[in-house]
């Protein structure tokens, strides 16, 4: 996958270096990682919050394919796979000897349960459409596993090697969400909520070389301030992602600590409820798109990290069109749409933003500002995390709100009503299907490219700017990802040097 890397405002951000990545790794250690979101549960099967993800996916849970660093699809508990060249049968071949934390062998049967209950009518899957395109699974032996879809899915295997198809065992899995068991190289042993989660080396692995850590511990921390005095202090060995880009900014002149700048797929983005009066018409969703200036959102918000957007596509994503000028700065543009839509003296409305990002609470004052210079006033409500997650996402009890959305390819959502914007396109579910059985590369552009179009058109959301990666760490960290193509702090191949 093609990885394009954000312009930096600032000299001297220091990347990694080839010599780094071509030393010995030494083995054991503990290594303790921060990041600000505690996960909700660890069964990324079971939800769709990327703070699971980051924790579980890789470490703990294996899937069939994996995404490595630059964004490519590599084995993963499939050595290897064969795609039919009318692009419906996919074969797996397994690796042998794969056991589960808990002693239960990893094979074909395993993997069939697994996809079978990730698509039946009772799945709790979070994205059961993921799956449900597959008409036969079919094991010929333990060591493969084949599948056969209904129809050409050109996002099949990126959906395969994403957290809603990690592998589970059979014995244990309703028990995921506190006590996870999967095949990767370290294994659950302790979750102090509200503080940590910890997992050890699995001595068992189906790798022998890896892991090289004897020990990872998540650490929970939401304030961004806190985040850096617990590294300085040496409390804390990785801030994993960071959204206070100053923060990398003082610390990339201080020799103990690594700064890296890379890419993601994380899209920024205004969450607009589109059934929610006034946002249910499209002019009014349309002036606040011309009343926002995203460039001075990013050099605001994030210091000019970051790259500004114009639909529900990263530029770190295959087949991206740039829509930045359709909705062009334009406030005076933005009043005239007001007043079509009957708002020429503007309104009032709420924007509640989760408490446990600070980008999100730095965009929507940003943006507050903005869409007051138009005549929008909107209050700002400060929600907790489990609150944003039941009143906002599953509720849907918002006008607006401020949150990224990290999973690659996930334009998808539009095509589901029921998801927390509430949009209803069937243009856009048309689209969208021509784009996920579009039979060759230039077909697929042509249609993920006219899925960006309709929802960019229709200002479904604010779209803002595609977020940098930042990971800070101690110096003797070696082998951490720069580009975060997936979310994951994945620390398989991680080692500390003495």
């Known amino acids: 996958m093609k990885k394009i890397l954000f312009c930096l405002m600032v000299i001297g951000l220091f990347l990694s270096g080839p010599a780094a990545m071509a030393e010995t790794p030494e083995k054991g250690g503990k290594l303790i990682v921060c990041q600000p979101a505690e996960p909700p549960g660890l069964d990324p099967t079971a939800n769709t919050a990327a703070a699971i993800d980051r924790v579980v996916y890789a470490n703990i849970y294996e899937g ?26 996919y074969t797996f071949d397994l690796r042998e000897g794969v056991l589960f934390h808990n002693g239960e062998p990893f094979n074909a049967q395993v993997a069939a349960w697994n996809l079978e209950r990730a698509m039946s009518e009772e799945s709790v899957n979070p994205h059961p459409e993921y799956f449900r395109g597959i008409e036969r699974i079919e094991t ?9 879809l209904k129809e050409v899915d050109a996002l099949f295997i990126p959906h395969l090697a994403e957290g809603d198809a990690v592998m589970l065992p059979k014995k244990g899995y309703e028990e995921a969400k506190s006590n996870p068991v999967g095949t990767g190289p370290f294994k659950f042993s302790n979750w102090v909520r509200g ?13 022998p070389e890896l892991p090289h850590l004897d020990k990872v511990t998540f650490k929970f921390i939401g304030d961004a301030s806190a985040q850096i005095a617990a590294l300085k202090s040496g409390d804390i ?37 589109n059934q929610a009066e006034p946002f249910d018409d499209k002019l009014v969703r349309q002036a606040m798109a011309f009343a926002i200036d995203r460039q001075t959102v990013v050099d605001l918000v994030m210091f000019g990290y970051g790259t500004p957007i114009g639909s529900h596509w990263s ?19 933005a009043r005239e749409l007001l007043a079509e839509a009957g708002y020429a003296d503007g309104f009032e409305a709420v924007i509640k933003l989760p408490a446990i990002y600070s980008y999100s609470k730095r965009a929507g004052e940003v943006i507050a500002d903005m869409l007051g210079e138009v005549g ?16 906002i996402f599953k509720k849907k009890e918002f006008q607006l709100t401020m949150i990224g959305h990290i999973e690659p390819w996930d334009i998808g959502i539009y095509a589901n009503p029921d998801y927390y914007f509430q949009y209803d396109s069937e243009e856009f579910r048309q689209a969208y299907q021509q784009a996920l059985k579009a039979p060759s590369e230039e077909e697929k552009a042509e249609w993920f490219g006219r899925c960006q179009e309709i929802i960019a058109e229709d200002a ?35 080692w500390l040097k003495q």
């Open 237 to 273: 060995d990785v801030i994993g992602y960071i959204g206070a880009p100053e923060s990398a900014m003082a610390l990339e002149q201080d020799e103990r600590f690594k700064v890296y700048a890379g890419s993601t797929t994380a899209e920024v983005i205004m969450s607009t409820n």
């Open 64 to 89: 069939l394919i994996k995404i490595n660093e630059e964004g490519e699809y590599v084995p993963g508990l499939a050595r290897s796979w064969e795609v039919s060249a009318d692009g419906l049968v």
């Open 315 to 333: 530029p770190a994503t295959p087949y991206y069109k740039d829509l930045t000028d359709k909705f062009a700065y334009d406030p005076e543009k």
């Open 376 to 391: 929008i006033e909107l209050d700002i409500e400060i929600v907790e995390w489990g609150q944003w997650i039941e009143r």
């Open 195 to 207: 503080d940590r989660v910890e997992m050890v080396k699995n001595e068992d692995y189906w790798n």
């Open 460 to 494: 479904v959301n604010g779209y803002l700017f595609s977020a940098p990666s930042l990971p800070i760490l101690k110096a003797e960290v070696m082998n951490w990802w720069q580009n975060y193509p997936t979310a994951a702090l994945d620390c398989t191949r991680v």
């Open 140 to 148: 010929p032996d333990a060591g493969t596993l084949v599948l056969t």
